[in-house]
């Protein structure tokens, strides 16, 4: 039965996506970035050639309400919560590999052909 291979090729593929995705245990949106920066003191070692910058500062950006907040976080609070920051990050991943899954799996299903990409 050839209509039963795809759809068992689809199974697997959501079974295999779903299973990555109950293995993450807490997921942390926004971005991480860590600065060094220059105050605004004439006289202070950050103004030298070669300057000496503040820092570092760890900022945790994120939106909430459509509004954006950032939070300064501890190299103890960064070195705790990047797991949490990176499985947000591969939950991106899954859930995209999702869709693909299933824009093909329609695709097959209703003998529809996937627009060619512009070379």
């Known amino acids: 039965m050839r209509d039963a291979e795809p759809k068992m090729a689809w199974e697997a593929t ?4 779903a299973e990555a995705m109950a293995d ?3 997921a942390l949106p926004g971005s991480v970035v860590v600065r060094h920066m220059r105050c605004g003191k004439s006289s202070c070692a950050c ?11 760890i900022q945790w950006t994120r ?3 459509g509004k954006t907040v950032t939070k300064l976080l501890t190299e103890d ?3 705790r919560y990047q ?9 991106k991943e899954l859930t ?7 824009v093909h799996a329609v695709e097959r299903h209703e003998g529809w052909t996937t627009p060619a990409k512009d070379d």
């Open 14 to 17: 959501r079974r295999g996506i």
């Open 24 to 26: 993450i245990d807490g």
């Open 47 to 57: 103004k030298a050639d070669p300057p000496t910058l503040h820092g570092p500062y």
């Open 63 to 65: 939106t909430v309400d």
């Open 77 to 79: 609070q960064l070195t």
């Open 83 to 91: 797991p949490w920051f990176d499985n947000a990050r591969r939950l």
């Open 96 to 102: 995209a590999m999702l869709q693909i899954a299933s």
